[in-house]
Every structure is written in structure tokens, then in C-alpha cells.
Nanobody, 121 residues
Framework: QVQLVESGGGLVQAGGSLRLSCAAS????????MDWYRQAPGNQRELVAR???????NYADFVKGRFTISIDNAKNTVYLEMNSLKPEDTAVYYC???????????????WGQGTQVTVSS
């Protein structure tokens, strides 16, 4: 079974930075894509950034120029560098991986447990 473990959340002041990590553990798989989502209280979960194992990236408009998504295929880990954080960035951040099982070549979606990011004014 594949598991995604997130880390790096915390409390920062506006204008500060955080680096989130999401590591996929297990064997017999490769990562096709990894995404970061976030969900604030009272809001629906929204896509923040997406990266493929080929390095193609996509960002939501509200984080362009501030956040950077990257992937380390050797470590099966995706990162989200968050700079110039704003109070409206406060949310629980979730990673999602699209995993291909090597033996069957079938793809599955896995979610991390979520990590809290709080940005104070």
C-alpha cells in the first residue's frame, strides 16, 4: 500500500515562508503526478499547484509568483515552497499523488493527511 506523509506546516507571519513536503512511501510504484490542494474552514478544497514527473507545472492564479512546486523522483517526494504568505493562504494543505503500480500499470489516487498552514496578520 502506498502512503503519503505530509510535513512542514506551521504558523508564520504575513510575508513569511514555509516549505511543505509530501513523501510517498511503499514499493512497486511510480509517480505520474503530484498535486497540492488546500481547504480553509467553510470553503471547498481547491487546487493550488500540480506537477508531473516530467516537470510540467501548473499553479492557481492566487499563488503564481509566490509558490513553487517541485518533485524529487528519487525520494518520491513533492515540495511546495511558499513565499510571501498572506493571511488568506491559511488552510489545511493536502497533497495528492497519482500513482502507477509497476506490476499492473494501473493508476490510483492517494491523499496525504493534511498539514495546517496558518498565516497571521
Amino acid at each position: 500500500q502506498v502512503q503519503l506523509v505530509e510535513s512542514g506546516g506551521g504558523l508564520v507571519q504575513a510575508g513569511g515562508s514555509l516549505r511543505l513536503s509530501c513523501a510517498a512511501s511503499g514499493n512497486g510504484f511510480s509517480i505520474n503526478d503530484m498535486d497540492w490542494y488546500r481547504q480553509a474552514p467553510g470553503n471547498q478544497r481547491e487546487l493550488v499547484a500540480r506537477i508531473t514527473n516530467g516537470g510540467n507545472t501548473n499553479y492557481a492564479d492566487f499563488v503564481k509568483g509566490r509558490f513553487t512546486i517541485s518533485i524529487d523522483n528519487a525520494k518520491n517526494t513533492v515540495y511546495l515552497e511558499m513565499n510571501s504568505l498572506k493571511p488568506e493562504d491559511t488552510a489545511v494543505y493536502y497533497c495528492k499523488a497519482i500513482i502507477m503500480m509497476t506490476s499492473t500499470r494501473r493508476t490510483y489516487q492517494y491523499w496525504g493527511q493534511g498539514t495546517q498552514v496558518t498565516v497571521s496578520s
